[in-house]
């Protein structure tokens, strides 16, 4: 009688979790339905207005400071008002593609997982209310409140950046360019968008279907388990969503791929820049893509290392130095920049502990 009321309670948990799954999901792609179109409208106008609004006024405060700033000289302020307009207009297109997607993916998925993060209260009735309400009206505010922050970002931070940058003391390092390392900065900065962008774009594909099924298999094998997210039954609609929308992680991890490529590529340029070398910016743009793939293999689990190859992009600074210790003679070398540890000579004659408590009883 005991095992038949074990089995029909265990039955009746699992029915509870189906529905519970099911009336999640389907509520949340309600609301997801209902409010998203909303929050994502909300983030997009206004994302969009405090962008565009302001670009000419961000145009003027940069130029202006460029100029007027003493941490540059001459030809490094002429390299940078070449750059500018090509940096704005990485600046635009970036953040306009940003917006668009991240609030239409905040508008719809935000709602979808209030709907089941309302199973993790403990009362029956708060649950339902809260899979219903929850995800709507927080959402539209969350939007408003993304707005507000990113007008300040834009409108308050960034200018007084630039104002500290203009105000910076005479006393501070002034950086310097030279004219003949320009052609480098320029060579290098379009060199690492024309290499990294598809170099990325093809590793995070290529590597897509370990992550995915990866994923996929960690997850169910928590699920039969019951460990990780699914430790509790309530967790396990949570999780459940987390199994459903596991692709469109994975998707979203290759566009992040893709978008960070670009950033790492013109960071080329500054490498130059900082090591007055055009070949050790050939070198960064080479080392990255084995350190890409190195970090992508170590985040999937897969074999060790890479086999692109991972030139030095950085100089040794410093020479052979020896230090004696002591009257032991023993040596330290370094051949790297970095200090080495302290190594304090004895100055003094060496004490025995006999004599030292000596020395203690007398002052006592």
């Known amino acids: 009688m005991d095992a038949g009321n074990s ?31 909303i929050a994502a409208l909300i983030l997009i106008i206004g994302n969009l207005g405090v962008i565009l609004g302001l670009l000419p006024a961000h145009i003027s405060w940069t130029i202006y400071t460029v100029v007027k700033t003493n941490r540059f000289d001459a030809p490094l302020k002429v390299a940078l008002l070449i750059a500018l ?8 297109g970036l953040s306009i593609a940003g917006t668009v997607i991240v609030s239409v993916c905040y508008g719809f998925f935000t709602p979808w997982v209030s709907s089941f993060e309302a199973f993790r209260l403990d009362d029956e009735s708060d649950r339902f209310f809260h899979c219903v309400v929850d995800g709507t009206w927080d959402t539209i505010k969350g939007s408003c409140t993304v707005v507000r922050d990113f007008s300040d970002l834009c409108f308050h931070s960034y200018p007084l950046y630039l104002k500290e940058l203009r105000e910076s003391p005479v006393s501070n390092e002034v950086r310097t360019l030279r004219l003949i390392h320009v052609p480098g900065l320029i060579v290098v900065g379009l060199l690492g968008l024309i290499v990294h962008i598809p170099i990325y774009t093809i590793i995070a594909i290529v590597k897509s279907p370990y992550m995915l099924f990866r994923g996929w298999f960690r997850l169910t094998h928590d699920l039969i388990s019951r460990e990780g997210p699914f430790l509790e039954t309530a967790c396990i609609p949570v999780a ?6 596991w692709p469109i992680v994975v998707i979203g991890s290759i566009i992040m791929a893709i978008f960070s490529s670009i950033f790492i590529g013109l960071y080329g340029s500054v490498i130059v820049y900082q090591e007055r070398s055009f070949k050790r910016g050939v070198a960064y743009v080479i080392a990255m893509i084995a350190e890409f793939d ?3 293999n170590d985040w999937l689990y897969l074999r060790e290392g890479t086999i692109f190859p991972k030139p030095s992009y950085r100089k040794k600074n410093g020479s052979e130095i020896e230090y004696s210790v002591g009257g032991l003679g023993g040596r330290f070398s370094s051949t790297t920049g970095e200090p080495p540890a302290m190594l304090m000579p004895t100055l003094a004659r060496s004490v025995s502990v006999r004599e030292a408590i000596k020395e203690v009883k007398m002052v006592q």
């Open 7 to 37: 089995n029909q309670a265990g039955w009746l948990r699992i029915v509870y979790v189906v529905f519970a799954f099911c009336s999640a999901l389907f509520l949340g792609a309600l609301k997801g339905l209902l409010v998203g179109p």
């Open 240 to 245: 459940g969503l987390t199994i459903l929308l």
């Open 294 to 296: 190195e970090y992508t």
């Open 85 to 92: 307009p090509a940096l704005f207009g990485i600046w635009l």
